[in-house]
């Protein structure tokens, strides 16, 4: 009786070797989690990432690297759901990273981030920019290290609702966010032509796309970055567009103001 009731596992097993997916391993310890926020992904609105996750990892972390074309290094790191973020530094593990704290006894974790975008005991909404993807600390290459936690204690994670795969390997799985997608983003025009759009606030950001000529850009929010100069012009400020999915300085909007009215701080 024994041998038949292990048959459906075996099953199971072959099944998964087959398509080169590994099982969905159980929590470690502890009793069963309440449920937790509607976590997301924790990078921008419509970028698809692969996952994969190496047994050697402490907890049930997944790391993510993009796998739309665009370049992992510099990419915008996200929060996944709201909380206060603390940030910490490892220098032969996590290297740069931030722990948020979700209440109720979760917490998310993001390793070795290129740099933070928050100030530490800062309180984040959910798609908020964190930091930036990098590979500080024990890194072989920029990815996002994502871990959920209930009270101490790494989970198997979870996406809107859906439990991931744990592959051994990347672009064996894939997710789309929806991160950040909710807003609608306030109406303004751009001036001038190759204007580059940014994966942050910074003149070393990896370029996302370029802007040929004056643009009608939805602005989600803004932020101080790196100080531009143009057409006799100086400017710290930069915004984030919807669509473009970067960010540009303010000196390209075409409004009178270095800072924009009613657009919220990122």
């Known amino acids: 009786m024994r041998f038949l009731r292990r048959l459906p596992a075996v099953v199971a097993a072959a099944v998964l070797a087959l398509t080169g997916l590994s099982a969905v391993p159980a929590q470690a310890g502890g009793s069963a989690a ?9 990078y921008p609105c419509g970028q698809r990432w ?5 047994s050697a990892e402490v907890r049930r972390a997944l790391d993510f690297v993009r796998a739309d074309g665009g370049t992992t290094a510099g990419t915008p790191v996200l929060a996944s759901a709201a909380g206060t973020a603390t940030r910490h530094y490892q220098a032969g593990g996590a290297g740069n990273y931030i722990v948020i704290d979700h209440g109720s006894g979760w917490k998310t974790y993001y390793f070795h981030l290129a740099a933070y975008s928050v100030a530490s ?3 984040v909404g959910q798609g908020r920019q964190i930091g930036t993807t990098g590979s500080t600390g024990n890194s072989s290459g920029a990815h996002i290290h994502y871990e959920q936690l209930y009270n101490g204690v790494g989970q198997n994670i979870v996406i809107n609702g859906s439990g991931l795969s744990y592959p051994g390997s990347y672009h064996q799985a894939y997710l789309t966010s929806d991160n ?6 306030v109406p303004f025009n751009t001036w001038g032509s190759g204007v580059n759009v940014r994966a942050d606030a910074g003149l070393s950001a990896p370029v996302v796309t370029t802007l040929g000529g004056p643009t009608a850009v939805r602005v989600l929010c803004q932020k101080q970055g790196d100080t531009v100069n143009a057409e006799g012009y100086t400017n710290n400020w930069w915004s984030k567009l919807r669509d473009q999915n ?5 000196i390209y909007i075409d409004h009178p103001d270095a800072r924009l009215p009613g657009v919220p701080l990122c």
């Open 246 to 250: 970067g960010f540009i300085s303010n």
């Open 34 to 42: 309440t449920a937790g926020p509607n976590f997301k992904a924790p």
């Open 121 to 123: 005991g800062e309180y």
């Open 50 to 54: 692969t996952h994969s996750h190496h």
């Open 180 to 185: 950040g997608c909710g807003g609608t983003g």
